[in-house]
């Protein structure tokens, strides 16, 4: 079976250009996160969803951050502007609710961003 | 609130020796415990986990026990190998009541020297 798939996994670009990450995440589940990984910051949960619909996204950092789910299948993340500061590597993760229950999520490989 | 805390690293062992990650939490009521791994190149993946009190779990030769009274979850293995150089995760996931999201610590990186 397809695990979490991310694109780009690399992914460079100047400051003030816009940025769109996109996860397809594993058929059937049904929770999808969003994470941003930083050696200054570890692993930070930005956003997730259920059922395609944002439940919490206390954990975007600012106004130049967006993330939507049009259906089941697919997600993007987005920058706009995007800033040094922003360079990091993008997990998307996704599970079942009744394995969300047991707090297994299921890791995509990641998207490296640099800003320059 | 809710938080996770690992022994920092690098841990750098020869192979077959033995293995202690240090992580204790803290945590509004009795949350669940996770160990998550990340390999070089990869995302994290689940190792192990611990719902309630003196359970352990284990897997692939790492085990870790849920003790309440020390509010910690210390991954442990008897011998290691070069294969399990990786990046280290514990991660704790509260009731439900209390926010229902995992919180993970900064990661652990082990470097393991043929």
């Known amino acids: 079976d397809a695990g979490v798939i991310q694109s780009p996994r690399h992914e460079v670009t100047e400051m003030g250009q816009e940025v769109t990450l996109r996860c397809k995440p594993i058929s059937g589940h049904d929770y999808l996160f969003w994470y941003r990984q930083t050696m200054m910051r570890g692993l930070e949960l930005l956003i997730y969803?259920?059922?395609?619909?944002?439940?919490?996204d206390s954990g975007m950092p600012e106004d130049r951050f967006s993330a939507k789910m049009p259906n089941a299948s697919f997600s993007t993340l987005k920058i706009q502007p995007s800033e040094p500061r922003d360079s990091a590597v993008y997990f998307c993760?996704?599970?079942?609710?009744?394995?969300?229950?047991?707090?297994?999520?299921?890791f995509g490989e990641g998207s490296r961003l640099t800003v320059l | 609130g809710n938080s996770v805390t690992q022994m920092e690293g690098p841990v750098t062992l020869s192979e077959e020796a033995f293995l202690t990650i240090n992580c204790t939490y803290t945590a509004t009521g009795y949350p669940s415990l996770f160990w998550y791994v990340q390999y070089p190149g990869e995302g994290l993946q689940l190792l192990l986990k611990a719902t309630k009190a003196d359970d352990k779990g284990s897997n692939k030769g790492f085990e870790a026990t849920y003790r309440k009274e020390t509010t910690s979850f210390h991954l442990e293995k008897g011998s290691v190998q070069v294969s399990d150089s990786a990046v280290y995760f514990c991660?704790?996931?509260?009731?439900?009541?209390?926010?229902?999201?995992?919180?993970f610590g900064a990661g652990t990186i082990l470097r393991v020297k043929s």
């Open positions: 991660a704790l996931r509260p009731p439900m009541e209390y926010g229902n999201k995992l919180v």
């Open positions: 969803f259920n059922n395609n619909v944002p439940i919490d």
């Open positions: 993760a996704s599970s079942l609710d009744r394995v969300w229950n047991t707090g297994e999520l299921f």
